[in-house]
């Protein structure tokens, strides 16, 4: 069975970092695309950043450009998301998933795959 599980997320103050962990299990996790998502209430699942299959092209969303850093270690087959100089926007459920390819595209709502999620809080 396909697991991702993820740790990390908690509250933080504005300006402060954190960084989430998602472990990939009963997947070629070194074959695929992975990404970030998040959700705040009220509003849809949007992507924050994704990472080709051997972390050599990444894409953010503009407005956590140049804040947070994805990034994979596939000798131990997990997904990382380093967020830095976060604000109150930035508060949402963040969830990992499986791409449906090797690359960065069709990174959507849809996928397959999903982590359990993460609440991160940033308190203003």
């Known amino acids: 069975q396909v697991q991702l599980a993820q740790s990390g997320g908690g509250l933080v103050q504005t300006g402060g970092s954190l960084r989430l962990s998602c472990a990939a299990s009963?997947?070629?996790?070194?074959?695929?695309?992975m990404a970030w998502f998040r959700q705040a209430p009220g509003k849809g699942r949007e992507l924050v950043a994704a990472i080709d299959y051997n972390g050599g092209r990444t894409t953010y969303r503009d407005s956590v450009k140049g804040r947070f850093t994805i990034s994979r270690d596939n000798a131990k087959n997990t997904l990382y998301l380093q967020m830095d100089k976060l604000t109150p926007e930035d508060t949402a459920v963040y969830y990992c998933?499986?791409?449906?390819?090797?690359?960065?595209?069709?990174?959507?709502?849809?996928?397959?795959?999903w982590g359990k999620g993460a609440l991160v809080t940033v308190s203003s």
């Open positions: 009963g997947l070629t996790f070194s074959s695929i695309g």
């Open positions: 998933a499986a791409g449906r390819g090797s690359g960065i595209i069709g990174m959507g709502p849809h996928l397959d795959y």
